[in-house]
């Protein structure tokens, strides 16, 4: 079956018998309904988007046997659908295979299921990807020590995985020290599962019980927390197997970030918040037997849920095949340990900063110059501590004022304080803070500097000016052009993960398209570095410029 945990094959699904895991890699043929349901109600097919995806392949089999009864599939339909009642894609893979019936008939619902599987690779793919760089941002400059919980790769979806295909790609980058797996009751999917697909692609990783996590949190055994959902409700409540909650409060604690990886098709807008979402209770077997061997007296009354729920306020960020779901604030509820004395927002006013009105006057001087034109860029100062004071999102330069900037944490980015939110650049302010002795940062759009930044090659080399030495010493200077992304977080990413490797790296950069970035030892010096490459520039468009893309020397050419 290769890299896909399901197939279509001869008029029936193929997949992988969890069931069998991890002594015996055993396929099971559903020919009929039944044998779906059956399957996916004793966890032999587990995991939402797998689940999904079967339940779209039964309703193709409901509509292979009764191909002129539309009431007949609609009740195949809903019985599949009832099979387990709390993750979300079970549903949806059904209702959208079921809705090509009425045109497309039994080829339709087929065509349907088999575009679901296609398409689910790529989607986790996506969705790992962009996991994968949020993780490097908030946990930058070091080998990775991951907690994951229940089972969430190709087994449990169809292919390549969510929260695990993250892992897999942090593993192909190199960034992964080891992976804890809680072995994930009442089931033991992250001791069966789990550790045999991290096994499978060569992850260094830990089986733990499910009560030891917090403990290897307070012991710093832990960086980060990943897990998968089963179903995500409108308010951000995330559904996952039993346990997740705990781990999300552990996490909380001790400032920890806690990132739920999911595709949209899990995101359940109908369903208000996580107190609507029906949570499925297991047999009592599961629990009070290990195999015939009965764990726990006869008659031991059983509290078994398959699930829990755990509050948005919890969660870290969710992360989809399109990328952070909430891009306005990512991060507002990064974990802050309770004892954090950056939680008292009230007495930590950005307005109270000598340097917010210092701020607004810059930025309404550089608006006057067309630098910062109606509410691009932004300025930022450290404020002495572990936090910055920076512009707020969305306002125009040149009305800014010393009451619209935000506080916000260096390590993170998160806002900490301020009525509005912090600029979008935030991460690319807070990358230069963690890696350099800066104490301001200004990003503009100045137009010579932001125009020769267009298709220009990295690093861009400049020669020959003695404006140079207002950025360094020498008569040359290589500046280094970042790539534009639309997630802005990726860019801080890059800046930093460059200015780590580069200690020496002048004080300056391009992003290309998107402006200059600058930085100083105060407000006034971080002014004038973004004003000297701007200067820069426009003396290069006046003097001529060589094949850049040859040599990557911007230089002097004689008169």
């Known amino acids: 079956m290769g890299e896909s945990s399901i197939a279509w094959v001869d008029g029936a699904v193929v997949t992988i018998d969890q069931r069998a895991l991890p002594h015996e890699v055993r396929t099971l043929r559903l020919a009929t309904v039944d044998q779906v349901i059956d399957a996916i ?35 195949e339909a809903a019985r599949i659908e009832a099979a387990r009642p709390t993750a979300v894609n079970l549903s949806w893979g059904v209702r959208r295979a079921l809705a090509k019936f009425a045109d497309g008939g039994a080829p339709g619902v087929l065509a349907e299921a088999q575009a679901l599987l296609a398409e689910d690779g790529r989607v986790n793919r996506a969705a790992a990807e962009h996991a994968a760089d949020l993780v490097q941002r908030l946990c930058p400059g070091r ?24 892992l897999r790609v942090l593993h192909a980058r190199g960034v992964v020290d080891s992976v804890l797996v809680d072995e994930t009751r009442p089931l033991l999917q992250g001791a069966r599962l789990t550790t045999w697909e991290l096994a499978e692609a060569g992850i260094p990783h830990r089986l733990t019980v499910d009560s ?15 897990v998968g959902a089963d179903r995500i409700t409108a308010d951000g409540s ?7 909650y705990g781990l999300a409060l552990a996490a909380r604690h001790h400032g920890i970030p806690f990132i ?5 098709s899990t995101r359940d807008a109908a369903t208000a918040s996580g107190a609507d979402i029906v949570v499925e209770q297991r047999g009592s077997a599961e629990i009070t037997h290990f195999g015939d061997y009965a764990a726990a007296p006869e008659g031991t009354a059983v509290f078994n849920p398959a699930f829990d729920v755990t509050p948005p306020e919890l969660v870290t960020a969710v992360v989809t095949e399109n990328g952070l ?76 004022t010393a009451a619209d900037m935000v506080r916000v944490r260096i390590e993170n980015s998160e806002p900490v304080a301020g009525d509005r939110r912090p600029s979008a650049e935030t991460a690319i302010h807070t990358a230069i803070y963690r890696t350099t002795e800066a104490a301001a940062v200004v990003h503009v759009h100045s137009p010579r500097a932001t125009a020769t930044s267009v298709g220009a090659p990295n690093p861009l080399r400049f020669t020959g000016f003695e404006l140079i030495k207002g950025l360094r010493s020498g008569d040359t200077i290589d500046i280094p052009v970042f790539p534009n992304h639309a997630d802005v977080s990726l860019i801080g990413a890059e800046i930093e993960q460059y ?3 580069h200690p020496a790296a002048p004080p300056v950069l391009f992003i290309a398209g998107h402006g200059i970035t600058a930085w100083g030892a105060d407000l006034a010096q971080a002014r004038d570095r973004a004003e000297c490459l701007e200067a820069l520039c426009e003396l290069v468009s006046l003097t001529g410029r060589r094949d850049i893309a040859t040599d990557h020397i911007l230089e002097e050419q004689p008169q």
């Open 499 to 501: 200015l780590r490797a």
């Open 260 to 264: 739920v990886v999911a595709p949209e």
């Open 143 to 166: 080998p990775l020590r991951m907690l994951t919980h229940c089972n969430t790769g190709r087994l449990a979806t169809t292919a390549f995985g969510t929260a695990i295909g993250a």
């Open 238 to 244: 995330v559904a996952n197997k039993i346990g997740t």
């Open 41 to 75: 109600a004793t966890l032999a097919v587990r995991g939402a988007p797998a689940i999904g995806v079967t339940g779209a392949f039964g309703v193709a089999l409901a509509a292979l046997a009764h191909p002129g009864e539309p009431a007949r599939v609609q009740a």
């Open 325 to 400: 779901v909430d891009e306005a604030n990512p991060l507002a509820a990064t974990a802050i340990s309770v004892a954090d004395p950056l939680a008292d927002a009230g007495a930590q006013d950005p307005t109270d900063s000598p340097d917010a009105a210092a701020i607004a006057g810059l930025a309404r001087d550089l608006y006057g110059r067309g630098w910062m034109p109606g509410t691009a860029g932004n300025i930022s100062v450290r404020d002495g501590g572990p936090t910055a004071v920076v512009t707020g999102s969305g306002l125009s330069k040149g009305e800014l």
């Open 212 to 226: 030891a996590a917090a403990w290897a949190m307070a012991t710093g055994q832990v960086d980060c927390v990943i």
